[in-house]
């Protein structure tokens, strides 16, 4: 059985330091994804004096978000998971303090596509 990992990350200017650190412990196949939370469209959406007389709905969804990024990566071994944690943490803080990022493992029982990960490998 492997792991998905599953990491937002809260300040996207530690993406770069965390690529190299998830590197050098040898984590690679990152995917990675630009998102937002509700809590931060709700935030951001708040009132707009911009709008021009006869508005777009592209003029009306835009707003200046706060970003994200949501990284996943597939790990075979909890000995991994607990490294990547640990340098993850290096980089960003403790992540059990606000607004260092959210890390989720989830068990994964089936992958097709990838060499070596066929058959539950």
């Known amino acids: 059985m492997g792991y ?19 590197e050098a412990i040898g984590v690679t ?3 990675i994804l630009e998102s937002t939370g509700l809590g931060r ?4 959406a708040g009132y707009r ?11 009306l969804l835009q707003t200046q978000e706060e970003h994200h990024r949501t990284l ?3 790990i075979k071994d909890e000995e991994t998971i607990d ?17 260092r990022g959210v890390l989720m493992v989830l ?6 596509g990838i060499p070596g990960w066929e058959d539950g490998q």
């Open 4 to 22: 998905l990992v599953i990491f937002v990350v809260d300040e996207v200017e530690h993406c770069p330091q965390l690529f190299d650190a998830w």
């Open 29 to 31: 196949g990152v995917t």
């Open 41 to 44: 469209i709700r935030r951001a």
């Open 49 to 59: 004096d911009d709008l021009p007389l006869m508005p777009s709905i592209r003029s």
């Open 72 to 74: 996943m990566v597939l």
């Open 83 to 99: 490294r990547l944690i640990e340098v993850t943490e290096g980089v960003v803080g403790n992540l059990n303090e606000p607004h």
């Open 107 to 112: 068990p994964v029982l089936r992958v097709v």
